[in-house]
């Protein structure tokens, strides 16, 4: 990406997130509250997020950024924005997703510290129902303005955890204590991203909160974009056929912090502010046979398997996306990092019942039971993934998997319907009924046709 994109997409707002009537996105921009020059303390600097009212109306901070150093974040850190979104369904009763603190908790003061500046840090306090997701600076001792950030209704958030120190004020010379924390979201469940929105809990001591303040993470859905499944193929003849065609039938949509796109490893948010993940579908010709006997046959053929343990790997290396466990494995330590935990859907991945068919890249033995005079064909379900960027570009190489449960039978000649016309009976008999044979099956076909699955030798 050049200079001149990465500016273009600066100016570009992303398109939000929307989670009820809730939509989330993502500034760079931020104002100066107070820094810790004069007092004996370490380096920290607070920031207030500010969306550009012209890229951003009407969004609002979560809480104040705090880093531990006194250089500008300006453009170097990203941080969520929130905004109230119309209610499309005019039956909800859930109320509005934002709401104005009612009041403020004093939490410290730089007081006896010697500050260049005056500062105080404050607690928002919600009203019933909503949850304040972080802390408010202000530049003198008095209470921020109620408009200062917003609080987010408690249905929309989870319970986070305090993550590391980021700052307290040991040896400052304040009569108050204060430590700050960062904000770890929860593991998140398949088909859920929780992520931090760069706020910090803070405490009037210097140890670590055992009980209360309490921290919370936002919880969004991964959304996924589902179309129609892709077709078992039909034997129309005594040919060897070919595989069916690939089509993509679902799509899952990241955002930019989900992804660690190697080729921006610092500047996802300029790169790229949306992943797709494209899952494709095809059912791929396991082996075709013809049965010129008047007995029933079986016919063996060895099936490859997509999964490959190597290429697994690289994709996570240069996305950190998995496909079997929410990652990331541990929270970034840089404090630029937007701190998250992402799993997929299980239906998107494979691994509705287990994820252990990931790692069996061994091939199979499918055994095919031809009928007589009968051509058969098996397929079996093959997917693939792959990871674009907005702009169309991959992100890394594609990642296969075969689901072995998903085999299909064909043969040809299909079976046909034969009715037979009962013929006139007396009452007192029964009835002489139609009688059907079965068409194609997917896993087995008609009596004396089936198929089976072994380990490969």
């Known amino acids: 990406m050049t200079t001149n994109d990465s500016a273009s997409l600066r100016d570009r707002p992303m398109e939000p997130i929307r989670l009820d009537n809730l939509l989330i996105n993502f500034t760079s921009e931020f104002n100066r509250i107070w820094n810790s020059n004069g007092t004996r303390a ?58 104005r603190p009612t009041d403020f908790e004093l939490v410290w003061k730089e007081s006896g510290s010697g500050a260049a500046m005056r500062t105080s840090i404050w607690r928002p306090i919600a009203p019933q129902g909503y949850v304040a997701l972080g802390m408010t600076c202000s530049s003198d001792h008095g209470k921020p303005s109620l408009n200062a950030i917003r609080c987010v209704r408690a249905d929309l958030v989870v319970a986070a955890d305090l993550g590391d120190l980021l700052w307290d004020d040991k040896g400052s010379g304040a009569k108050l204590n204060f430590s700050a924390w960062s904000i770890d979201p929860p593991t998140a469940a398949a088909g859920e991203i929780c992520f931090a929105p760069g706020t910090f809990i803070g405490a009037p001591s210097h140890n670590k909160p055992t009980t209360g303040p309490f921290a919370y993470a936002l919880r969004i859905p991964i959304p996924v974009q589902v179309s129609a499944p892709a077709e078992a193929p039909v034997l129309t003849a005594h040919i060897n056929p070919e595989s069916a065609v690939a089509k993509v039938t679902q799509t899952a949509r990241l955002p930019w912090f989900a992804v660690s796109d190697h080729a921006q490893p610092n500047d996802g948010f300029l790169h790229s502010r949306y992943y797709d993940l494209k899952r494709t579908d095809q059912y791929v010709l396991v082996g075709y046979g013809r049965n010129t006997t008047e007995q029933a046959q079986s016919i063996k053929w060895k099936a490859p398997r997509a999964q490959n343990a190597a290429a697994m790997r690289l994709f996570n290396r240069h996305t ?114 139609a009688i059907t044979s079965g068409a194609d099956v997917v896993a087995q076909s008609s009596p004396g046709s089936s198929t089976t699955t072994d380990s490969a030798p």
């Not at 039956?91 to 934002?98: E, F």
């Open 42 to 99: 370490r380096p920290a600097t607070f920031w207030r997020p500010a969306p550009a009212p012209d890229l951003l109306p009407g969004y609002f901070p979560l809480g104040d950024i705090l880093v531990p150093n006194n250089t500008s974040i300006n453009g170097e850190i990203v941080a969520a924005v929130v905004c109230e979104a119309t209610l499309q369904d005019h039956g909800n009763t859930r109320g509005k997703a934002l709401s």
């Open 320 to 433: 950190a996306v998995e496909f079997t466990k929410a990652w990331p494995a541990a929270m970034p330590s840089d404090i630029r990092a937007t701190k998250f935990s992402a799993c997929l859907p299980r239906d998107f991945t494979h691994t509705e019942t287990s994820s252990s068919e990931w790692s069996e890249s061994g091939s199979r033995v499918v055994i095919a039971m031809a009928a007589k005079l009968k051509s058969v064909a098996v397929y079996q379900m093959e997917s693939h993934y792959e990871l674009v960027r907005e702009d169309g570009t991959e992100v890394t190489v594609p990642l296969g998997y075969t689901d072995d449960t998903r085999l299909v039978m064909s043969e040809y000649p299909p079976e046909t319907v034969e009715t037979v016309t009962p013929m006139p009976v007396m009452a007192a008999n029964p009835s002489t009924e």
